[in-house]
């Protein structure tokens, strides 16, 4: 039986062979801060008086303002010298440069601050926090000369290496699947990404200003929800064991918001979490923001001249003009915004008419064009194939397409003038689909048709066929007044707004596909079976063989001096193999 010396000895030997060589580094400088007396990790506050944007912005014009600033952030950047040298450092608002002098760090005879902590277990990605004064170099950069400073954090891990010459920026941290897996690494290294997610803040706070200010009431409706409805859409499914029932993650909130329009409110708004159970691009992620609103006595008409007014304000808020660049091209958010009906809009692309057309008719007009369908698609759902195929992509300048066919659109009220079509529109920009608004459906009779006509085509097998609400008609039964409802993509808009190719790049932690796992378990057992100890076997991985097959024809003597240096390096544990072993593990292996 192992004692607790054993087992920690087992945990330093596990945790080793797992680090790299910088990680191995930045733990022993851990222990040496440590042993000299220096917390690595402060409770206490440390209270900044400036940031360095103000110092930046402000200095030299107030330099009176800056003769004691006290600023604290992440060392981005070293240049180490004799007795002087100096760091970059970071915080949230920009990045500045620090010079430091031995002897003022280390005023009297023990300079341990300067030559021990500062130069060599001080590394990049620390954060430390500093006092001193600023002031411009012969260079003619602005430069915090530190008369103090004091480590905050200790960082164990090394940043990815960006290298910078003259302004260029080299070997940036681009790579999308490190960058959204680990996005505090890209906003650390990559200042862009932290700008973009201002934006997306400011533009969420723009519209909920401009909603506030017509008096709308800010509200919250459920996640969880017993009946998904609202949209057209698979959900999530989960279950809780206290009620003993099935809930679903909603997949919309507007069910909800029109109960409230039932209930005495003029106007009601939400910024929503919405889940939809499908495919994920860079227009899609499973998990998205909505904002959607609701004004009683108001229809799609004026709901159309509100979406102008909102997004041209958000626009102007946050780039004060209303062209905005987006890629190569640039997209004019003024008023008024181009206009076509959902026919129109088909006809105008392919020359083709199918307002008149029944299922079968625009099935085979669908196919000719060479639209791809399946059995359980309604005339609805194949005119949206076809709008979505041939026209949305053309769509480039804000656009708002109106008057859908009814078989689209099962919670929007009958059109006044048109039969067989609804009061709806959409706005499209830059190829994609920003908004979905609706004159909202208060018949509860003509509600109840339109959902049972979803269940029929959720026989046929559409998985995003909506489901009955009875509790929803029940509402409406008790009389909904005249609605205009409408629901905007967040995150669409804002990659639009921030100039962003990806919706991932507008979310903090998009979802993505579990990481592959190691394989060195299994390639472990391959070693084991070959005759060679279970202990080694990571010792072999980490010396640069990281399966069998690697170690095939491999010099002796050189594996050995590897292994035995590597367990001297590391403090391992292991006793130290024999050459003959060595040798007799390897030809094992071949």
């Given at each position: 039986?192992?004692?607790?010396?054993g087992?920690?000895?087992?945990?330093?030997?596990?945790?080793a062979?797992?680090?790299s060589?910088?990680?191995?580094?930045?733990?022993?400088?851990?222990?040496?801060?440590?042993?000299?007396?220096?917390?690595?990790?402060?409770?206490?506050?440390?209270?900044?008086?400036?940031?360095?944007?103000?110092?930046?912005?402000?200095?030299?014009?107030?330099?009176?303002?800056?003769?004691?600033?006290?600023?604290?952030?992440?060392?981005?950047?070293?240049?180490?010298?004799?007795?002087?040298?100096?760091?970059?450092?970071?915080?949230?608002?920009?990045?500045?440069?620090?010079?430091?002098?031995?002897?003022?760090?280390?005023?009297?005879?023990?300079?341990?601050?300067?030559?021990?902590?500062?130069?060599?277990?001080?590394?990049?990605?620390?954060?430390?926090?500093?006092?001193?004064?600023?002031?411009?170099?012969?260079?003619?950069?602005?430069?915090?000369?530190?008369?103090?400073?004091?480590?905050?954090?200790?960082?164990?891990?090394?940043?990815?290496?960006?290298?910078?010459?003259?302004?260029?920026?080299?070997?940036?941290?681009?790579?999308?699947?490190?960058?959204?897996?680990?996005?505090?690494?890209?906003l650390i290294?990559?200042?862009?990404?932290?700008?973009?997610?201002?934006?997306?803040?400011?533009?969420?706070?723009?519209?909920?200003?401009?909603?506030?200010?017509?008096?709308?009431?800010?509200?919250?409706?459920?996640?969880?929800?017993?009946?998904?409805?609202?949209?057209?859409?698979?959900?999530?499914?989960?279950?809780?064991?206290?009620?003993?029932?099935?809930?679903?993650?909603?997949?919309?909130?507007?069910?909800?918001?029109?109960?409230?329009?039932?209930?005495?409110?003029?106007?009601?708004?939400?910024f929503?979490?919405?889940?939809?159970?499908?495919?994920?691009?860079?227009?899609?992620?499973?998990e998205?923001?909505?904002?959607?609103?609701?004004?009683?006595?108001?229809?799609?008409?004026?709901?159309?001249?509100?979406v102008?007014?909102?997004?041209?304000?958000?626009?102007?808020?946050?780039?004060?003009?209303?062209?905005?660049?987006?890629?190569?091209?640039?997209?004019?958010?003024?008023r008024?915004?181009?206009?076509?009906?959902?026919?129109?809009?088909?006809?105008?692309?392919?020359?083709?008419?199918?307002?008149?057309?029944?299922?079968?008719q625009?099935?085979?007009?669908?196919?000719?064009?060479?639209?791809?369908?399946?059995?359980?698609?309604?005339?609805?759902?194949?005119?949206?194939?076809?709008?979505?195929?041939?026209?949305?992509?053309?769509?480039?300048?804000?656009?708002?397409?109106?008057?859908?066919?009814?078989?689209?659109?099962?919670?929007?009220?009958?059109?006044?003038?048109?039969?067989?079509?609804?009061?709806?529109?959409?706005?499209?920009?830059?190829?994609?689909?920003?908004?979905?608004?609706?004159?909202?459906?208060?018949?509860?009779?003509?509600?109840?048709?339109?959902?049972?006509?979803?269940?029929?085509?959720?026989?046929?097998?559409?998985?995003?066929?909506?489901?009955?609400?009875?509790?929803?008609?029940?509402?409406?039964?008790?009389?909904?007044?005249?609605?205009?409802?409408?629901?905007?993509?967040?995150?669409?808009?804002?990659?639009?707004?921030?100039?962003?190719?990806?919706?991932?790049?507008?979310?903090?932690f998009?979802?993505?596909?579990?990481?592959?796992?190691?394989?060195?378990?299994?390639?472990?057992?391959?070693?084991?079976?070959?005759?060679?100890?279970?202990?080694?076997?990571?010792?072999?991985?980490?010396?640069?063989?990281?399966?069998?097959?690697?170690?095939?024809?491999?010099?002796?003597?050189?594996?050995?001096?590897?292994?035995?240096?590597?367990?001297k390096?590391?403090?391992?544990?292991?006793?130290?193999?024999?050459?003959?072993?060595?040798?007799?593990?390897?030809?094992?292996?071949?």
């Amino acid at each position: 039986m192992k004692g607790n010396s054993g087992v920690k000895n087992d945990f330093i030997y596990s945790m080793a062979l797992q680090l790299s060589e910088q990680e191995i580094i930045r733990r022993e400088a851990l222990a040496e801060l440590q042993e000299l007396g220096i917390n690595p990790y402060p409770a206490e506050e440390y209270t900044t008086n400036t940031t360095i944007k103000d110092i930046l912005t402000y200095y030299p014009e107030d330099e009176s303002s800056f003769q004691d600033v006290v600023i604290a952030g992440r060392i981005m950047g070293r240049r180490i010298m004799g007795s002087a040298s100096f760091a970059e450092l970071q915080d949230s608002t920009g990045r500045i440069q620090l010079y430091f002098n031995r002897d003022e760090i280390c005023p009297g005879e023990d300079k341990t601050m300067y030559n021990t902590v500062f130069k060599r277990l001080l590394d990049i990605g620390d954060i430390i926090g500093v006092k001193g004064y600023v002031f411009v170099t012969r260079m003619g950069e602005t430069t915090v000369h530190v008369k103090e400073y004091k480590l905050l954090t200790k960082s164990l891990r090394p940043l990815p290496v960006v290298k910078e010459k003259d302004g260029q920026v080299y070997d940036a941290f681009k790579d999308p699947e490190q960058r959204y897996r680990q996005r505090y690494l890209d906003l650390i290294v990559n200042p862009d990404v932290r700008d973009t997610f201002r934006q997306r803040a400011l533009m969420i706070q723009s519209m909920r200003n401009f909603l506030l200010s017509k008096e709308y009431l800010e509200v919250e409706t459920p996640v969880l929800q017993p009946i998904y409805g609202g949209a057209a859409a698979r959900p999530f499914k989960t279950y809780h064991n206290t009620l003993d029932t099935t809930l679903y993650l909603r997949i919309a909130n507007e069910l909800y918001l029109k109960r409230l329009i039932v209930g005495g409110y003029d106007g009601v708004f939400e910024f929503a979490k919405d889940f939809r159970n499908e495919g994920m691009s860079r227009f899609h992620n499973p998990e998205f923001t909505q904002m959607e609103l609701y004004v009683a006595y108001k229809d799609y008409k004026w709901m159309m001249n509100t979406v102008e007014e909102m997004v041209e304000k958000i626009a102007l808020d946050l780039h004060g003009t209303t062209a905005v660049k987006v890629g190569d091209k640039k997209i004019d958010f003024k008023r008024p915004w181009k206009r076509f009906t959902m026919y129109g809009a088909i006809e105008h692309f392919t020359g083709v008419d199918v307002s008149e057309m029944d299922e079968a008719q625009m099935r085979k007009a669908a196919l000719d064009m060479g639209v791809e369908l399946d059995e359980t698609m309604g005339r609805g759902k194949i005119i949206d194939e076809i709008f979505g195929e041939k026209c949305e992509g053309k769509l480039i300048q804000p656009t708002f397409i109106t008057d859908y066919p009814v078989e689209m659109s099962p919670l929007a009220k009958k059109h006044r003038e048109l039969p067989g079509l609804v009061e709806r529109f959409e706005a499209i920009c830059n190829g994609k689909e920003i908004c979905n608004s609706f004159s909202e459906l208060n018949d509860p009779v003509d509600q109840r048709s339109r959902f049972e006509e979803q269940i029929e085509l959720g026989r046929r097998g559409d998985p995003e066929a909506m489901v009955l609400d009875e509790d929803f008609l029940r509402a409406i039964e008790h009389g909904m007044p005249p609605t205009a409802g409408l629901g905007i993509g967040i995150d669409r808009l804002g990659m639009i707004m921030t100039n962003s190719n990806s919706i991932q790049d507008v979310l903090f932690f998009p979802q993505m596909r579990p990481e592959k796992s190691s394989s060195a378990e299994s390639e472990g057992d391959d070693f084991i079976n070959a005759g060679i100890p279970a202990e080694w076997v990571p010792v072999f991985q980490k010396s640069g063989y990281p399966n069998l097959e690697s170690l095939k024809g491999a010099n002796a003597n050189k594996v050995f001096n590897q292994l035995c240096g590597l367990r001297k390096k590391l403090k391992l544990t292991l006793s130290a193999p024999k050459p003959e072993d060595v040798k007799e593990w390897i030809e094992k292996a071949g």
